[in-house]
Structures are given as structure tokens and as C-alpha cells.
């Protein structure tokens, strides 16, 4: 570890390591593509200001109870590198309307009625697949299929439900039947 020369030294290498923290460096470094660097720090400045002062409370709100679950495992796994994903979805009130062109623009469902599933790392529930909706998934931001599982009577979640339901993204065709 460096020593500090000055308490000056320490206060600047601080500032560097805040600017850098918050991601202010960064957003400098993307305008410094557009501008000369006090404009560069002007623009930020206002940008920043402008974030501020337009953040709507309920939005964010609601965008926060969508992403929770990835969130919350981004912060468990120290994994900072899933948190540029989640904040760059978008989310808006008008993305929970059925799409207009459904269900020309829906993507083919990955899975079929009788497929086998499990959900993703999972040893322990899986089951067959005896529907699917399609729906708006919050925490991607976006319309997908959801899928009704016949959960299999030795998973261990059939010991309290029969069936569950899981987004496309969450299941993997069962290969084999877990040993438990």
C-alpha cells in the first residue's frame, strides 16, 4: 500500500477514487469523445442535475421490486459485473400492454406439451411441461413464455405444490432424471 506524501496527495487520490466509484470517470471519459474537458465537466455536471431532478419515485420503485431477485444476487455474489445488464433494461408502464403485433412478432416457444424440464442448476425440481402463457417477464423488461410444470413426483418441491411455473429462460430440457 502507497503512503500518502501530503494530505493533499491522499485528498486527491480519494476524489479520483469517488469520481471513479460513482461512475462519474467514466461518463467523463464517454464525453470527452464530444467536447474539450471543462465542457466535458459542465455537461456532467448538468447531466447529472437533470438525472436528478427527473427521477420519477414510482418508477423506480417498481423497477427495483422487478430486478430485486437479480439484485440481490449481484450484491450476495459480489458480482458487479451483472449490475450493467440490469440497469440497462428498459422498463415503461406501456410495456405490460399485449404487444400490438402478438403473436406475429412473439418468438417461437422453446419448449413443447410432454417436454421433460428442470429449472436451470437444479437437481432437485423438474417436470413436464403441460402448458405456457406468454407474458410480460419484469425482470427482463420485456414479453416472453412462461411455462406451467407438472412438477414429477419424487422433485422435491412436489412434497408441498403439483405444479409451478418458470420463464423459458429458467428451464433446460431434462437429459436424465436426477438421483436424489
Known amino acids: 500500500m502507497l503512503r500518502p506524501v501530503c494530505h493533499k496527495t491522499d485528498e486527491h487520490t480519494s476524489y479520483l477514487q469517488a469520481l471513479d466509484d460513482f461512475g462519474i ?9 464530444y467536447c474539450e474537458q471543462q465542457e466535458q465537466q459542465t455537461l456532467a455536471a448538468l447531466l447529472i442535475s437533470q438525472l436528478t431532478q427527473s427521477l420519477d419515485a414510482e418508477l423506480v420503485a ?37 404487444p400490438d403485433d402478438f403473436p406475429t412478432t412473439a418468438k417461437t416457444p422453446r419448449f413443447l406439451y410432454g417436454d421433460k ?25 420485456c414479453w416472453t413464455w412462461c411455462y406451467l410444470i407438472w ?5 422435491l418441491s412436489a412434497a408441498w405444490i403439483s405444479a409451478d411455473i418458470a420463464w423459458e429462460e429458467d428451464l433446460e430440457p431434462l437429459e436424465a432424471e436426477p438421483m436424489l
Open 25 to 33: 470517470a467514466e461518463l467523463l471519459a464517454k464525453l470527452s469523445n
Open 62 to 98: 417498481s423497477y427495483l421490486s422487478a430486478l430485486a431477485p437479480s439484485l440481490a444476487e449481484g450484491i450476495a455474489l459480489n458480482r458487479q459485473d451483472l449490475f450493467p445488464r440490469i440497469i440497462n433494461q428498459k422498463f415503461s408502464a406501456s410495456s405490460v400492454d399485449l
Open 117 to 141: 424440464l428442470r429449472w436451470i442448476g437444479s437437481d432437485t425440481d423438474w417436470g413436464t411441461a403441460i402448458g405456457r402463457f406468454y407474458s410480460f417477464a419484469p425482470h427482463l423488461c
Open 151 to 155: 412438477l414429477n413426483k419424487d422433485s
